[in-house]
């Protein structure tokens, strides 16, 4: 038997590079008796937590295996070329896939972009396990990465600096849930995240503290002066 999900909180998971700040003030505001749990995971791991029931949902990044899932994109990202300093790109202020191609340009095995066709640049020796290990070997003038510009601003350095590719590939960003039937919460957040108002909400505010009853205003009674008659004369 499947035991009922906890209405005290919701549970979000989020991956690196995603900040959900604006979205959690506002649901501190519209359910402020409901914690919004923030849970950091890559999206593989953020896939299972969904499945597991151990978040109510995710924003992770796309593509992803939908099966058994609801999915809405949210935003695609800006890739870019992370470069050291005195690198020729760090002196542009934009660049193209193309002038990568003599670059040795770091693949880590968490890379968050899929390319449709080859990638860019030479490969590495080797790949590195995380984006962060590759970042400290592009300081250490190993090579060049390419990421989603929110990986570029997480892992900012002051000896590196990143540069748009014009034609590369975006990085989408999406909400995915199990595919049943919606709670209240999880469409309360759906609603946050689409940018919906308060008034504009599809679900009540149960949690909400109803406004004191007031009293219906009351008139006060005005005098009126006895009608002159009609015979009276004037003074």
Same mark, same amino acid.
């Given at each position: 038997?499947?035991?009922?999900?906890?209405?005290?909180?919701?549970?979000?998971?989020?991956?690196?590079?995603?900040?959900?700040?604006?979205?959690?003030?506002?649901?501190?505001?519209?359910?402020?008796?409901?914690?919004?749990?923030?849970?950091?995971?890559?999206?593989?791991?953020?896939?299972?937590?969904?499945?597991?029931?151990?978040?109510?949902?995710?924003?992770?990044?796309?593509?992803?295996?939908?099966?058994?899932?609801?999915?809405?994109?949210?935003?695609?990202?800006?890739?870019?070329?992370?470069?050291?300093?005195?690198?020729?790109?760090?002196?542009?202020?934009?660049?193209?896939?193309?002038?990568?191609?003599?670059?040795?340009?770091?693949?880590?095995?968490?890379?968050?972009?899929?390319?449709?066709?080859?990638? %860019?640049? /030479?490969? !590495?020796?080797?790949? +590195?396990?995380?984006? &962060?290990?590759?970042?400290?070997? @592009? =300081?250490?003038?190993?090579?060049?990465?390419?990421?989603?510009?929110?990986?570029?601003?997480?892992?900012?350095?002051?000896?590196?600096?990143?540069?748009?590719?014009?034609?590369?590939?975006?990085?989408?960003?999406?909400?995915?849930?199990?595919?049943?039937?919606?709670?209240?919460?999880?469409?309360?957040?759906?609603?946050?995240?689409?940018?919906?108002?308060?008034?504009?909400?599809?679900? %009540?505010? /149960?949690? !909400?503290?109803?406004? +004191?009853?007031?009293? &219906?205003?009351?008139?006060?009674? @005005? =005098?009126?002066?006895?009608?002159?008659?009609?015979?009276?004369?004037?003074?």
């Amino acid at each position: 038997m499947t035991e009922p999900r906890d209405t005290t909180a919701f549970r979000l998971g989020y991956v690196p590079g995603v900040t959900p700040g604006k979205w959690a003030r506002i649901w501190a505001e519209r359910r402020p008796r409901v914690t919004l749990e923030l849970v950091s995971a890559t999206t593989d791991e953020a896939l299972e937590l969904i499945r597991s029931g151990a978040v109510d949902a995710a924003v992770l990044r796309l593509p992803i295996d939908r099966t058994g899932l609801h999915t809405i994109p949210l935003y695609t990202e800006t890739t870019v070329a992370v470069v050291p300093k005195g690198h020729v790109l760090a002196a542009t202020e934009e660049a193209a896939v193309a002038d990568l191609t003599d670059e040795i340009v770091l693949r880590p095995q968490d890379d968050a972009l899929v390319w449709p066709g080859e990638r %860019p640049g /030479r490969s !590495a020796a080797f790949d +590195p396990a995380t984006t &962060a290990a590759a970042i400290e070997l @592009v =300081a250490a003038g190993v090579g060049l990465l390419v990421v989603p510009q929110s990986l570029a601003r997480l892992h900012h350095r002051r000896d590196l600096v990143y540069r748009p590719l014009t034609d590369a590939p975006g990085s989408g960003v999406g909400l995915a849930w199990p595919d049943a039937e919606n709670t209240e919460l999880m469409e309360e957040f759906i609603g946050i995240v689409r940018g919906r108002t308060a008034n504009s909400s599809r679900t %009540p505010r /149960r949690d !909400a503290t109803p406004a +004191p009853d007031r009293p &219906a205003p009351t008139r006060k009674k @005005v =005098a009126r002066r006895p009608a002159a008659r009609r015979g009276a004369r004037r003074r």
